[in-house]
């Protein structure tokens, strides 16, 4: 049946899209990619007579006009978003004119670029005793963020926090932070490309975050982690712990 799929295309490296992902691209008549962040190596494994759309350079109103001039010749259709389709992928918007159009659609999940941040930094973004929550957000740009999720106020959890789309104004994210409450030597971090062939990783503080910027010019595809959970203390899980029984189990004692 003629369809939309949203694929999750992963953080970057050709084999982290999932197997249900790439099957989907190498059957389908028509991919619409969002050119500015996929790795265009995925495009590979389309079938040689696949019609391939730059998202980047296209409005809405067109990428959605592609999608009903293809579904109504029976062709079936990838929209690649980068990592998860969930997470800033403005899927709901295509997703709701589809439903008032009557197109049929499905939503195939990826692997996020704040888990292969995660891969580079070799962080547990969750560890005892020092966060058990990911709070995943962004700074004001020129998508506006609503006051009570503004950085400061998000900061003063002290949980570990992944920021999307925020690698260019690491002056406003850093004061952000440190006026929310986080003590300026809490660890951060600059992922940028994670899990491309050109993916680096700097480690700094809160503080240095800006300066930390400014080495590289990282700008776009980068990500910036900030928490304890990328310090030194933690405590072992109790999961493991040989006094701990679980359901699997017995306490050795
Ligand atoms: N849906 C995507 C995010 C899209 S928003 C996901 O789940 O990853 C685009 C932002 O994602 C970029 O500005 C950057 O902050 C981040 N990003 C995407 N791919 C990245 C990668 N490989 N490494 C670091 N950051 C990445």
Redesign the pocket.
Same mark, same amino acid.
């Given at each position: 049946m003629s369809m939309v799929h949203f694929v &999750?295309a992963g953080? &970057?490296?050709r084999d982290l899209i999932t197997l249900r992902g790439k099957k989907l691209i190498e059957n389908a008549d028509v991919v619409i990619y969002?050119g =500015?962040?996929v790795n265009p190596e995925l495009l590979q494994d389309t079938k040689e007579d696949c019609e391939i759309y730059n998202s980047a350079k296209m409005t809405l109103d067109e990428v959605i006009a592609t999608m009903q001039e293809a579904v109504s010749r029976g062709a079936d259709i990838v929209r690649l978003?980068?990592?998860?389709? =969930?997470?800033? &992928?403005a899927i709901r918007e295509q997703i709701d004119i589809l439903k008032q159009k009557g197109i049929a659609f499905d939503i195939c999940p990826? +692997?996020?670029?704040?888990?292969?941040?995660a891969a580079?930094l070799e962080a547990e973004y969750t560890l005892p005793s020092v966060s058990q929550t990911v709070i995943i957000s962004?700074v004001e740009g020129r998508t506006p963020v609503p006051e009570r999720e503004h950085l400061g106020s998000l900061a003063a959890h002290g949980a570990t926090m992944v !920021?999307?789309?925020?690698?260019a104004m690491l002056e406003k994210v850093s004061a952000d932070l440190i006026s929310g409450g986080l003590a300026p030597e809490t660890p951060a971090a600059i +992922?940028? #490309?994670?899990?491309?062939p050109e993916?680096k990783v700097l480690h700094g503080t809160v503080a240095t975050l800006p300066a930390l910027g400014a080495l590289d010019t990282i700008e #776009?595809?980068? !990500?910036?982690v900030v928490g304890n959970v990328l310090g030194r203390e933690y405590e072992l899980s109790r999961l493991y712990a040989a006094d701990f029984s679980t359901g699997f189990r017995e306490a050795k004692t």
């Open positions: &999750g953080p &970057g490296a969002t =500015s962040l978003h980068t990592g998860d389709p =969930s997470l800033y &992928g990826g +692997v996020s670029s704040f888990c292969a941040a580079a962004r !920021l999307f789309l925020s690698a +992922v940028y #490309k994670a899990s491309w993916e #776009k595809t980068a !990500l910036v």
